[in-house]
């Protein structure tokens, strides 16, 4: 199995469901909307976070043109900024876990003899692995960017 990284692991989260079903599917029949909101957060596609962003832009260029009137101004602030950011990541982590009890379901279904075949419990379960393996991605690569932070000196 071919492991996820970076941003085109990322990009290619849409390929490595199943062959039938995009995130937008899932999302209108399955339930899926925190993984379809993790997904357009990622490739740019939130209108809200686009909308704050080029907010946050236009601001910065206001600034920079013209520094002796910051009075119009209203600054975002950091505090803003890590709520969004752990609303959006709290959001994807419950529906990793959300998917791995639907994955445990659908095997406890199988063994138990209930009307399930083992094609939709082999979906369910490498749904829940990748986004497992996604998350743990996005932990490393955290825990990488919170290091270098660290060694920067002041």
């Known amino acids: 199995m071919e492991m996820i990284s970076g941003i085109t692991g990322i990009q290619n989260l849409n390929n490595i469901t199943a062959p039938t079903t995009s ?24 209108p809200q976070l686009t909308a704050d962003l080029q907010g946050i ?17 209203s600054e975002v602030t950091p505090a803003d900024v890590a709520d969004k950011f752990s609303d959006v990541l709290g959001n994807y982590l419950k529906n990793v876990n959300g998917q791995d ?7 406890e279904t199988l063994a138990s003899g209930g009307n399930i075949d083992l094609h939709s419990v082999m979906i369910a379960s490498e749904k829940a692995h990748l986004s497992m393996e996604l998350a743990i991605q996005l932990r490393n690569k955290f825990v ?5 932070i660290s060694r920067i000196s002041v």
């Open 144 to 148: 990488q960017a919170y290091q270098e």
């Open 57 to 73: 832009i236009e601001k910065n260029q206001f600034y920079n043109a013209d520094k002796a009137d910051v009075s119009s101004i």
């Open 23 to 46: 995130l937008k599917n899932v999302n209108s029949t399955g339930g899926y909307e925190n993984m379809y909101k993790m997904d357009n957060f990622l490739n740019g596609n939130d």
């Open 101 to 107: 009890h639907e994955a445990e379901k659908a095997v």
